[in-house]
């Protein structure tokens, strides 16, 4: 089997390729949205933590 | 043992053993994932009947098996949260709402491109495609109510009953293709006789359950490592642990 011939699916690659597409797209993002909460939380905690100190 | 669930227990060494567990279960899920999908793609013959347009079976029923399986986790969680007020059960609960979402989400997506040339059309209103629309709106539903609330234990308690009470939906949609006519095939694997569907199909399938089941696990870990960061935020390991205290 040669690549065109695996990539068309025979003659069903809109479909399977979509399908595959989405399901990687929203797994994707999924696995980066904790990542850059986890920056942002400590981020967050590290300017308030400078905010106190300036106060007091 | 007792005092180990107690340990295991607490958001902070939850934190530690989590994140070092993370790696493992990442690699074990990229390489499942690959033989899966090799298997499934290019080794896997095609299907007699649906020629290759049934190789979305590897992504869609994978992803539908993970939609109920996390709906469960999550409300087994909630109801362990609610019974014995374990942070750490209401922690996993919602971490796993959006999870669950996305496996329902893709389902979904890829049912219904799948439907289109095997069945001639994108939706019908039927019991398992409409019962699987719900499960994704109590899905969204939680999520919505648990961002509603400010107070975050109050708001693990609202969801968590509202998962509980969705219950009902799971043996709905497993029983729906049995209990109504639908385009929807029965099923192959989950039934008491031997699957219906050759070794060398069912093989790859089971490799993709897998893999899905240790993506699921991954992410769950690392949302509920966020969950605990921002719960915890004025404790003294926290504050250390952002390089403050």
Aim: proline share 3%; aromatic share 14%.
């Amino acid at each position: 089997m040669n690549f065109s011939e695996f990539f068309n699916m025979g003659g069903y690659a809109f479909y399977v390729w979509t399908s595959y597409g989405i399901a990687l797209i929203v797994l994707v993002a999924n696995l980066l949205s904790p990542i850059y909460l986890k920056r942002k939380l400590m981020t967050d905690l590290a300017s308030k933590a400078r905010r106190a100190r300036q106060q007091s | 043992m007792f005092t180990f669930f107690h340990k295991m227990a607490s958001p902070k060494y939850f934190y530690g053993i989590a994140g070092k567990l993370i790696p493992w279960l990442g690699a074990a899920c990229l390489i499942t994932t690959l033989a899966g999908l090799y298997l499934g793609l290019v080794v896997a013959p095609t299907d007699y009947q649906q020629g290759d347009s049934y190789r979305i079976i590897y992504v869609h029923v994978p992803s539908a098996w993970m939609s109920l399986f996390i709906y469960m986790v999550m409300a087994i969680a909630g109801a362990i949260g609610l019974i014995w007020h374990i942070k750490l059960a209401e922690i996993i609960s919602i971490s796993s709402a959006s999870i669950g979402a996305s496996f329902t989400f893709i389902a979904l997506v890829t049912g219904s491109i799948w439907g289109k040339p095997m069945w001639g059309t994108w939706w019908v209103w039927d019991a398992r495609l409409t019962s699987e629309l719900i499960l994704l709106f109590l899905y969204l539903g939680v999520i919505a109510l648990y961002n509603a609330v400010e107070d975050k234990r109050t708001a693990a308690r609202a969801t968590s009953i509202l998962a509980i009470v969705g219950v009902v939906n799971i043996p709905i949609i497993h029983y729906s293709v049995e209990w109504w006519n639908t385009l929807h095939q029965g099923p192959t694997v989950t039934k008491f006789d031997a699957p219906s569907i050759d070794t060398s199909m069912l093989i790859p399938l089971l490799i993709m359950a897998v893999a899905f089941k240790l993506y699921y696990a991954v992410v769950l870990l690392m949302r509920a490592r966020c969950e605990v960061l921002a719960r915890e935020r004025n404790t003294q390991w926290v504050k250390k642990l952002a390089g403050t205290a």
